[in-house]
């Protein structure tokens, strides 16, 4: 077989065509679980959320609701797909795809525990970086495609508030970068182990309280949700989108926050990263299984987070998350740069 | 190539957006349409459009009797329809030249202060909502239902409840709903503590509201604004201090005060005036006095419905005011009343029949509606919503 195979598209195709069997299988696992964490973050949301309101949250479909998320989607798949007359159809077709594509793709360059990426690339959080950016444009194209005024102002502060953000959320992550020496997110998380807790957050406290309010403007949650701004803009950019083109865009906007969580725990608070005590005492498929768990603890307490903070605080005017961004964030992600930058040869000099 | 010169020399033009906000939107609180001109975030021109609630309430009112027409003040402002159905009464006893006795009065100021606290609860919550923050909306909302529940145990009605009656109230209130109601007095300044500690020191909450639609005391008066509205500018005036009704002339609490005629200033004269209400229903529960609850007037109130039952004297008062309406003097009467909004004032022309010749109703909503654009202009969208919010407007009553 092996031979055959060789014969027909030359030496190595075969080992090529499992190599791709095997990648396929990943993103195929990857995505179905990531799915299913979106949905059940929905319903974890709610049940926190519901808990904080003196509410109880989803409790009819299933035992303790736990099938509302499938009941959702069920009931926004075989809603009416409506279409504004004067939309842009192409683009208002495409818009909710980018956006829910370019969440999913950032999925592929995570890494679960240690060993398992899809794609190990040398450039991880840049790659990260482009496709968050890429998931504006799902935004803005929506809002300008609805042909809707309130969907075309959501698109407009969406924009601006990305791409302002992006940029403190880079530069944020730059620190994290010296200190590992690496883009990949699998050596960042490696390099953890040597600071104290295994955590870069110690380290990049400024850094990391950057990255978490740059975070939640990126994904558009409170108290930095204008682009969606109930009270204002109705729903902001995807006002005029109904049934499942709209669960792109919330399936999207939750994979988001999965993201960013994830981020958050690999880059700064030591990822899948256990004690070496841990690690050295039992089989190494249980401390994968560990890693992977302890992994995930921290991506649900910063996604724990994020709903705490939504339930807690108001939200904050365009004039005034912009003044946030450029005179707070910027400059000081650009000191924790310096700062960084000083310590490391400091310490350098030491040794 | 000249032509495509000109085509690159042209100057980029940029034009206002109209944006209709309302009458069917999230923010407006009701059925609010405001026209804004746009310049970017900014708004430029604030028209506010009034009138798809328009019930014809003032022409409705002079086609019945001055008792029938009592539940068309429900439905003015419909979440503190207690308060409306007191001001109302309290015109057309004056009308009437009649006097509620002292235990009907004390009644309608606790029933009135419940009022107060649940509009005041719905505005806290609604108005915090559209700033943005969710949690403090349903714990508000949770002790709104326990008044609500109080005032079904008073009355049997919840929200449109036409409780007091002209020359007192429908009927005597149980000491069951008397201890209720003082438990919730107890319970109720350290819920106001737990909606104050999200709201009232948050660092988002006062950028959002601290220097917003600033209007100054003159201003504000010579705009006729009245109530919380008012008294955030700074101007010391509440009816209920200064012409007393009921039995306000007899429970001490103080009138909060803002001073920079801000939006969070609203917000603090609001939140006191909470306090307050609550500390006039404890002082009324405590003091509040023995006797009857309807006055002693057969010939302009209608009598008790099991003596109706029982007595032909009272069958026949029953008859006669029920369909031809009292027999009062001619003659005109304004009274203002102290609503959760503003003052609420009725003005009845008497022509010396059982309905009124002209009934008008002064509403606080309409005053602050039209104050809107004054407050906006020149501010963000996001000012807009919150100036919605803190005008405290019902549409209900705005339109009539």
């Avoid at chain 1, 499938?70 to 009416?80: N, Q």
């Avoid at chain 1, 995807?238 to 999207?252: K, Q």
């Avoid at chain 2, 085509?7 to 804004?36: D, M």
Wanted: hydrophobic share 45%.
């Amino acid at each position: 077989m092996k031979e055959m195979v060789d014969g027909i598209i030359g030496a190595g195709g075969f080992q090529m065509i499992i190599n791709i069997v095997i990648i396929l299988l990943k993103i195929a696992a990857v995505v179905a679980v990531a799915l299913l964490h979106v949905a059940y973050a929905t319903y974890w949301e709610r049940k926190v959320i519901g808990h904080m309101q003196v509410r109880l949250g989803p409790r009819e479909v299933g035992p303790f609701g736990l099938f509302q998320p499938f009941a959702d989607g069920i009931k926004l798949f075989f809603k009416e797909d409506i279409i504004p007359a004067n939309a842009d159809k192409p683009l208002f077709y495409l818009a909710p795809v980018i956006f829910f594509v370019a969440a999913l793709t950032s999925l592929s360059v995570l890494p679960f525990f240690n060993g398992f990426v899809i794609a190990n690339i040398n450039v991880g959080i840049l790659f990260l970086f482009a496709m968050s950016s890429l998931g504006a444009y799902g935004i803005v194209l929506s809002g300008w495609s609805s042909n809707s005024k309130y969907a075309f102002l959501g698109g407009m502060r969406s924009a601006s508030q990305i791409i302002s953000y992006e940029i403190a959320m880079g530069l944020s992550l730059v620190g994290v970068m010296m200190l590992a020496g690496s883009l990949n997110l699998t050596d960042i998380v490696k390099a953890q182990q040597q600071y104290p807790l295994g955590v870069f957050a110690i380290p990049q406290i400024l850094g990391f309280f950057v990255f978490v309010v740059a975070a939640f403007a990126e994904t558009n949650r409170l108290p930095f949700d204008l682009p969606e701004a109930e009270s204002e803009l109705v729903a902001g950019y995807f006002t005029e989108y109904s049934g499942f083109r709209f669960a792109l865009f919330f399936l999207g906007e939750y994979t988001g926050m999965l993201i960013m969580s994830a981020i958050a725990a690999l880059c700064f608070l030591g990822g899948w990263g256990l004690p070496a005590f841990i690690t050295a005492n039992v089989p190494h498929i249980l401390a994968q299984v560990l890693g992977l768990f302890w992994f995930l603890i921290k991506v649900y307490a910063f996604m724990f987070f994020y709903y705490w903070i939504r339930a807690t605080l108001p939200r904050y005017r365009y004039d005034q998350l912009m003044a946030i961004g450029w005179k707070l964030l910027i400059p000081l992600a650009l000191a924790n740069i310096v700062l960084t930058g000083l310590v490391k040869i400091w310490v350098k000099g030491i040794i | 190539m000249d032509k495509e010169m000109e085509e690159i020399e042209r100057t980029f033009e940029t034009k206002e957006l109209t944006v209709s906000l309302g009458p069917q939107h999230p923010a407006t609180h009701g059925v609010l349409r405001l026209v804004l001109h746009l310049d970017g975030e900014t708004v430029v021109k604030c028209t506010p459009y009034v009138g798809y609630l328009h019930r014809g309430v003032e022409k409705l009112g002079e086609n019945r009797t001055y008792f029938a027409a009592l539940p068309l003040s429900d439905r003015l402002d419909y979440i503190s329809s207690m308060n409306n159905n007191v001001g109302y009464v309290n015109a057309v006893e004056k009308l009437f030249g009649i006097e509620a006795p002292e235990r009907a009065r004390y009644i309608r100021t606790i029933v009135a202060e419940m009022g107060r606290i649940s509009s005041h609860i719905i505005w806290l919550g609604t108005h915090v909502l559209d700033i943005g923050a969710t949690t403090p909306f349903l714990h508000a909302m949770a002790q709104r239902e326990r008044l609500l529940d109080l005032f079904e145990e008073l009355c049997g009605a919840r929200l449109t409840v036409s409780y007091p009656r002209v020359g007192g109230v429908r009927n005597d209130i149980s000491q069951e709903f008397l201890d209720d109601l003082y438990q919730f007095v107890l319970e109720f300044p350290s819920h106001m503590d737990d909606y104050e500690t999200l709201v009232t020191e948050n660092r988002i909450w006062k950028d959002r509201t601290v220097g917003i639609g600033v209007i100054s005391a003159e201003e504000a008066v010579n705009w006729g604004l009245t109530g919380g509205t008012l008294r955030g500018s700074g101007v010391d005036y509440d009816v209920r201090k200064y012409f007393p009704y009921d039995a306000y002339d007899k429970v001490d609490f103080e009138v909060p005060v803002g001073r920079n005629g801000d939006c969070y200033d609203r917000y603090l004269v609001r939140v006191g005036e909470m306090r307050q209400a609550n500390r006039i229903m404890k002082q009324c529960i405590e003091n509040l006095p023995a006797g009857p609850v309807m006055s002693d007037a057969p010939k302009l109130t209608l009598p008790p419905k099991d003596l109706v039952l029982k007595d032909m004297e009272h069958l026949i008062h029953q008859f006669i005011l029920i369909t031809k309406g009292p027999t009062i003097p001619e003659g005109e009467v304004y009274v203002g009343t102290e609503v959760p909004k503003g003052e609420l004032g009725f003005y009845f022309v008497s022509d010396g029949t059982g309905k009124p010749y002209r009934m008008r109703v002064r509403a606080p909503s309409f005053v602050h509606a039209s104050v809107l654009p004054r407050l906006s202009e020149g501010g963000l969208i996001a000012d807009v919503i919150a100036n919605i919010g803190t005008i405290d407007i019902v549409l209900g009553e705005c339109d009539r």
